[in-house]
């Protein structure tokens, strides 16, 4: 496979792999977003595709209950809630019973069977901290076990074997509201294990007797919850949770690099590994919603920012015991940014105590950005909700943090950002081990000093007030944000360090002090006006470069310089070239505008007028299509191939620049106001040449290529009027051995193959339809689609099988075509247009048979009209100038019998070989003829053009 090939197929290759990694996520609307009073949202669901693997509800409206009960998948667990900032799903409390005093058999029941489900008893996540890492739980769940004398089993239901236990004491007979009880933490459980309770009573006959109960509980519930339960069995305020998290990646990493299945699609969201259990390594991770934001994680758009306060009310208190509160930190809802910085003034037994959360505050450092905080008797991490905080091992100081951006990503929207004051700086805050930025903070600039986070809270220094710190030795005068210091009159010197009186009139040197101010002034400015245009080329240049590479110029200038063939034919221009060869692209430049793009009129440097053809959008479809043109131009090598010159990657639009066609297009001379110009000759001459290319394209090209826009408006004229196919933004490569090519239908209507509109599959046959569509345009002289008074657009095709049908095809033949062709010509020729309109591709002829068909056609009416001396040399040059590949060999065997009327020099070939690399030349005297043959000819056709010489003239 030649290197050309395989680059294109690697530019392909990746256009179409980078298409796969966009991926669209949508919820039906059909689904369900309540049961009962309880709401539902995403990854949960009721319906077929309103759920996320392993997280499908049922909706039970079981007569025993007055209201329909949901359950977790199709099992038995009752769902009572969901807390999506959490990520648990609230279910009722399972509770195991022994009953009576009398009962002696164990009681074993179910306790929740989690396998194969993505839920857990506990969540943790990994909690980086300095240099190691430890768990940080988020949730944990537990037995209770509340009766007297009896032993609580927590059983692996599937090996029958106890995982945990505990006892309740055992009650006095005399003490009858005492009642022994056990706990059981829930909490190192491995998932996929099915868990039983069992009760077993210890029967002691000293002792007083009672009910046994288990209940499963998580952390929310009180003590109070509790203590009902246990006297009365009251299970109002009992709690149980579960945790769920994502199984189909073991870790957040492994989750992001797959985006079409990646979980946390809110770009407002974090993801955090799940560690549940005791297990080392990461079993699936989970989402929430990142600081000041609340939500849905798991949609788009479900993390929306929480409600802040960005300008502080005027009544805020401002101190809690000995501890000042500043902003953003504050007391009450509107003194603090959100609910990440709110605190509490504790005022209990007469002191007042700054907390946060359940941490005492005993100070907070606005300037370095720290919170001192400590836990009364105990540590414990915070909870699983948003915190700004970051713990620093080193210190008893917690580092905070304004928002989880950086001061970039924070600036591009002033209405949020935390930096208000206009004398205040932002500064990244990386905390980690790993340098990885954590958010940003204030502080105000040097020479301020106060709270950057109000407007006008940073105050000027007086640094004349503080001589200990701004050391001057002279006269000290303050000004905004700094301090002048300077030596007083009649002295000189360093005033920072000593002032030295003066002996002489300084005069003079005030004098060369000023002209030296002067020129150094005068100097600057020219610096600065030099470097100001050195910086504007270099950006320019920079953009240019930028644009390069994101118009995949590398590549192309790889495929140029790596073949001496794409090197003599295609160049690389510069935009300075091209907006010199256009006057800037001047609007009276333009000949046209496309589907594809708009089209200059230019003049390079060597005097070539040239078609300069300019993308109208910037995208990447656009890129990739201008891409593709250029891949398939650099294949193409036919006199009746609109010829490309080079291309232009250094503009944000990339640009194309094509031989410049001097007479329009084949849709200009059919459908011009005034009758057409074209004679039935030239007709037929114009449909062989662009047959001759398209048949070129289809089956002599060295990677077969379908053009998939063939319209009248893409076959340009010469002066010669000799056409040129041209447009080939839409076109593609013909995988080998592959019939046809499955793609987005795209087409001009009229044009299009019905067969590719209904299927998208094209084959070379839907070309063939599109040119059946230009035969009969040159022949009825109308537009493929034309408005009528009754109903919507008229399809020419359409209506001329219709008429053919009913034997009235004459009728929409035009009239000068009338009158120039004789009947049977006409009678052959709409043959063949109703073979190329089949509406069944495998009945319509291929490209080949239709030139062939065309060139039969013009030679027999070439013969009857006895052309001139003139016509004769025109006819000679076309046959000769043209590829062999175009012509069968029945036809090639004709055109070698012709060769006493038409004469060659081998020199003029040879001279004409020289600028078209895929030419074969003849010289026709008798039987004998020269075979010119370059490089990139086709082996297998060189074998056949042998052949024939041996069977005609050896």
Not at 67 to 88: A, I, K, R, Y
């Amino acid at each position: 496979m030649r290197l050309m090939e395989v680059l294109v197929i690697l530019i392909v290759t990746s256009i179409s792999i980078s298409s796969t990694r966009s991926t669209n996520f949508a919820i039906p609307s059909n689904c369900s977003k309540l049961c009962g009073n309880i709401s539902i949202q995403y990854p949960f669901g009721i319906e077929d595709g309103c759920f996320r693997a392993g997280f499908n509800l049922t909706c039970s409206t079981n007569t025993d209950t007055a209201s329909p009960q949901l359950l977790l998948g199709d099992g038995t667990v009752v769902v009572t809630g969901f807390d999506m900032e959490s990520g648990l799903v609230n279910i009722d409390s399972p509770v195991t019973l022994m009953m009576g005093v009398d009962a002696s058999s164990p009681v074993t029941t179910s306790l929740i069977n989690l396998q194969n489900w993505p839920f857990s008893f506990n969540l943790m996540k990994r909690n980086y901290v300095g240099e190691a890492g430890g768990l940080d739980y988020l949730m944990s769940n537990s037995l209770y076990a509340a009766g007297c004398s009896a032993t609580v089993n927590l059983v692996d239901a599937v090996r029958n074997i106890s995982i945990d236990h505990c006892s309740t004491a055992s009650c006095s007979i005399d003490a009858v509201n005492d009642t022994g009880r056990c706990d059981i933490s829930l909490d190192d459980l491995d998932l996929q294990t099915p868990l039983a309770v069992q009760l077993t009573r210890l029967i002691n006959e000293t002792e007083r007797l009672s009910s046994v109960a288990a209940v499963m509980y998580d952390e929310y519930t009180s003590d109070e919850a509790l203590q009902r339960f246990t006297t009365s069995g009251d299970r109002a305020g009992l709690k149980a949770s579960l945790a769920w998290y994502m199984d189909d990646h073991s870790t957040c990493e492994e989750a992001r690099q797959n985006s079409a299945t990646y979980a946390c699609r809110s770009r407002n969201s974090d993801c955090y590994d799940a560690y549940p259990g005791a297990s080392s390594d990461a079993v699936g991770y989970f989402c929430r919603c990142s600081l000041s934001y609340e939500g849905n994680p798991y949609l788009p758009d479900g993390c929306q920012e929480t409600k802040s306060t960005f300008i502080p009310a005027n009544d805020c208190p401002v101190e809690c015991g000995n501890v000042t509160v500043l902003y953003p930190f504050g007391l009450k809802e509107g003194c603090y940014r959100d609910e990440a910085f709110a605190l509490t003034c504790n005022e209990i037994s007469g002191a007042s105590t700054l907390l946060y959360q359940d941490y005492v505050v005993t100070s907070i450092s606005i300037e370095d950005g720290l919170l001192d905080l400590y836990a009364p008797g105990y540590f414990s991490y915070f909870s699983d909700k948003a915190t700004p905080l970051t713990y620093l091992r080193e210190r008893i100081y917690f580092s905070w943090v304004v928002s989880y951006q950086s001061c970039e990503d924070g600036g591009k929207n002033m209405t949020t950002f935390a930096c208000v004051d206009r004398h205040s700086s932002c500064i990244d805050i990386n905390t980690t081990s790993t340098g990885q930025g954590q958010g940003y903070r204030c502080e105000c600039l040097q020479g301020y000093q106060g709270n950057p986070y109000i407007n006008n809270g940073c105050q000027d220094i007086n640094e004349c007030n503080f001589p200990e710190r701004y050391i001057c030795n002279g006269d000290c005068t303050n000004t905004e944000g700094s301090f002048r210091c300077t030596c007083p009159p009649g002295t000189s010197g360093d005033p920072r360090h000593a002032c030295i009186p003066n002996k002489k009139q300084t005069l003079l040197l005030g004098a060369i002090l000023g002209a030296s101010i002067g020129i150094g002034l005068l100097l600057s400015s020219l610096l600065l006006v030099i470097l100001s245009r050195k910086w504007k080329i270099r950006k320019q240049k920079k953009i240019r470069e930028k644009n390069f590479h994101q118009n995949h110029g590398l590549l192309l200038q790889q495929l140029i310089s790596s073949s001496e063939y794409f090197s003599e034919r295609t160049k690389i221009f510069s935009l300075e070239e091209l907006a010199k060869a256009t006057n800037n692209f001047d609007e009276s430049r333009v000949l046209g505008s496309g589907g594809h793009g708009i089209v200059y009129k230019g003049i390079l440097s060597d005097l070539r007028v040239v078609a300069i053809k300019k993308s109208k959008l910037v995208d990447k479809c656009e890129i990739d299509q201008f891409i593709n043109e250029v891949a398939v131009l650099s294949q193409i090598n036919h006199r009746n191939v609109v010829r490309l010159f080079g291309c232009c990657l250094e503009s944000e639009v990339p640009l194309l620049v094509y031989e410049f066609i001097t007479n329009g297009s084949l849709l200009d001379h059919l459908h011009a106001p005034a009758h057409s110009k074209l004679s039935w000759d030239d007709r037929l001459r114009i449909l062989v040449e662009s047959a001759g290319a398209i048949s070129y394209l289809h089956s002599a090209a060295s990677i077969s290529i379908f053009h998939r826009d063939i319209k009248s408006s893409n076959i340009l004229l010469d002066e010669a009027l000799r056409a040129k196919v041209s447009d080939f933004g839409a076109s593609r490569f013909n995988p080998l051995n592959e019939t046809y090519i499955f793609t987005t239908v795209q087409g001009t209507f009229g044009y299009l193959d019905p067969e590719y509109y209904q299927t998208g599959l094209f084959t070379e046959k839907s070309d063939v339809y599109s040119f059946g569509v230009i035969l009969l345009e040159l022949l009825t002289g109308k537009k493929p689609t034309r408005a009528t008074r009754i109903g919507p657009q008229q399809n020419l095709a359409m209506h001329f099988l219709e008429a053919t049908k009913e034997n009235r095809a004459f009728d929409l033949v035009e009239d000068r075509v009338m009158k120039e062709a004789t009947k049977p010509e006409l009678l052959e020729f709409i043959h063949l247009i109703e073979m190329c309109l089949s509406l069944e591709s495998a009945k319509r002829p291929t490209m080949k048979e239709v030139e062939y068909k065309l060139q039969c056609m013009r030679k027999t009416r070439m013969k009857k009209i006895k052309p001139s001396i003139a016509d004769k040399k025109e006819l000679s040059e076309d046959l000769i100038s043209s590829s062999v590949s175009t012509y069968p060999s029945s036809e090639l065997i004709y055109l070698m019998n012709q060769g006493n009327s038409r004469s060659y020099s081998l020199e003029e070939e040879l001279m004409r070989s020289q600028h078209h690399p895929r030419i074969w030349s003849f010289t026709l005297e008798g039987f004998r003829k020269v075979l010119v043959f370059k490089s990139h000819s086709n082996s297998d056709f060189f074998q056949q053009i042998s052949y024939l010489w041996d069977e005609n003239v050896g």
